[in-house]
Structures are given as structure tokens and as C-alpha cells.
């Protein structure tokens, strides 16, 4: 992947007001933003969202291309910024620049069934580019969503996952690998188990993959026993951005900048680069 082009406007803070905040999680928190123009994002982009005296963090995009000035992030509580985040409300105000990142090319999907495999968290980013796919079906092939968390209590976009199953040519595999006790109407275990037993033409599909790194290893070694080659995989790669224009190095592998060249990268662009995926 080439990196995006930019220029100053997506350095500058717009200011979004929040049209919609809510707890999806003990952990996650969801936001609806109106921004005062369109962000033109392509899916697997992110933003740097900040709060005035606090700070700035990545967070990925969790929403299709939008041409109404909306836009839909996921923030997960882990330090200071984002518990700040999480009390903020609808009427509230956060800051966005962006977007940043690679992102995917939806021409390389049109024609194509494509296997979703999110990990936790990894949904979100993944949200960005099944939105759209999934919103036009006459553009794609079959379209298959594994989706695993810890336990049902951490699943992410429930609803909207139960939505997307109804539809004709799509299927979805939730996974939790503890039901800790709780109501749980999908199955049990890791998001490789399904991908040996589902039905795939290998020389018609694209996987895209993003999660917890250590999912990596083992949904690339699935893949790799049904024959899917290397240029056939992508990877959204959530690697310890913080300046977004390749500038700070903190996501820098080798010599490539995950906030620029990634996050989306076909994974047969990471073979020499084995520490990318730890």
C-alpha cells in the first residue's frame, strides 16, 4: 500500500459536536460526531481524536464513508484520555484531525466473497469496510464474519452483527471463548475453529484480519492449510500510533510507518517483516 496523500487540513482539530455517547461495554464506549464537513475517509483509516487540555490519541474509524458529516468511533478506557472520553456526553465537544492511514481500496473487493476475522476490539476498524460491503450486495461476493471475544458481556455491535446475519449471501460466526455464565446464543471457542470447516473459493477470496496480535499467527496458519495465498490476506495492524504522519516513529517497523503505509497492509507485504505481527 501507498501512503494517503494529506495536507494541512487534516492536521488542524475540527471540532465535532457528539450527537450520540454510550457504554457498549464495561470497557467501550461508543460516539456519534457531527463534524462541520464530510471526513472523506476511505475504510481502515483512522483519526486523532483529543480533548482540549488532555491530549490526542489514534482511534480507528468504525463507520463506512459517510457523506453527511458523521462519524462513528469506539474508545476503549486505557488511560487518562480516554476515561476523560468516556464521561463525555452528547452535546459535548471532541476534537478530530484526519484522516490517516492507508485504508482499503474497495475497487479490490468488487466481485470478490470476502472472510472477515475480528478479534475483540478489531471489529471496530473491520465496521468501517463491512458497512459498505455488506451495504451493497449487487458489488460483492459471499461475504463471511467471524467474530470472537472473551465473553458475551465483550461483544461489540451485537445488534448490528444479528442484522447483517438476515441477509441473503452473508454469514456470521460469533464466538465467545468463555460464556462466563451469561445468556449466549453463538458458539463457543477461538475464531480459527470455523475457518477449517467453511465453505471458500480459494481463487475467489479476500480475508481481512484484525485483532489481538497473537490471533494473527494462528488465523494466517488456517488460512494457509485451505490454500489462501499470502496476497489474498489483509491485515488492519493497530501498532502503537501517535503522530499520524510518520514523523515520531513509535509505529515504525523497520522501515515502514504503520500510521502512513499502514494500517492496512496485504500480508504478503509483512513476510520480511516478522515483528510486525507481535
Not at 166 to 173: E, F, G, L, S
Not at 250 to 259: A, K, M
Request: with cysteine; glycine share 10%.
Amino acid at each position: 500500500m501507498k501512503p494517503v496523500d494529506f495536507d494541512a487540513h487534516v492536521l488542524t482539530p475540527r471540532m465535532a459536536r457528539i450527537i450520540e455517547a454510550r457504554d457498549m461495554t464495561a470497557q467501550e464506549r461508543f460516539f456519534r460526531l457531527q463534524l462541520p464537513q464530510p471526513l472523506t475517509h476511505r475504510p481502515g483509516q483512522f483519526v486523532m481524536a483529543s480533548i482540549l487540555g488532555i491530549g490526542e490519541a489514534p482511534i480507528s474509524i468504525s463507520c463506512g464513508p459517510r457523506h453527511d458529516g458523521q462519524l462513528e468511533l469506539l474508545v476503549r478506557n486505557t488511560g487518562s484520555l480516554t476515561h476523560a472520553m468516556h464521561q463525555l456526553q452528547a452535546g459535548d465537544y471532541m476534537g478530530i484531525r484526519g484522516p490517516f492511514g492507508s485504508g482499503f481500496q474497495l475497487s479490490e473487493f468488487e466481485g470478490r466473497d470476502i472472510l472477515f476475522v475480528a478479534g475483540g476490539l478489531g471489529l471496530a476498524p473491520l465496521r468501517s469496510l463491512i458497512e459498505p460491503v455488506v451495504g451493497e450486495p449487487q458489488r460483492f461476493g459471499r461475504v463471511t464474519l467471524i467474530s470472537g471475544c472473551r465473553t458475551p458481556a465483550d461483544e461489540l455491535y451485537r445488534e448490528q452483527m444479528q442484522a447483517w446475519a438476515k441477509r441473503p449471501n452473508v454469514h456470521v460466526i460469533r464466538l465467545v471463548t468463555d460464556t462466563d455464565h451469561l445468556p449466549w446464543g453463538g458458539e463457543v471457542g477461538l475464531v480459527t475453529a470455523p475457518i477449517a470447516k467453511l465453505e471458500m473459493d480459494v481463487a475467489n477470496t479476500l480475508a481481512v484480519l484484525c485483532g489481538p496480535p497473537v490471533m494473527y499467527k494462528f488465523v494466517i496458519m488456517e488460512l494457509a492449510a485451505r490454500g489462501l495465498p499470502n496476497a489474498q490476506i489483509f491485515i488492519d495492524l493497530e501498532r502503537r500510533m501517535r503522530c499520524g504522519i510518520g514523523k515520531c516513529g513509535h509505529c515504525q517497523i523497520n522501515h515502514v510507518t504503520c500510521c502512513q503505509e499502514g494500517p492496512v497492509f496485504r500480508f504478503s507485504d509483512l513476510e520480511s517483516l516478522p515483528e510486525a505481527l507481535t
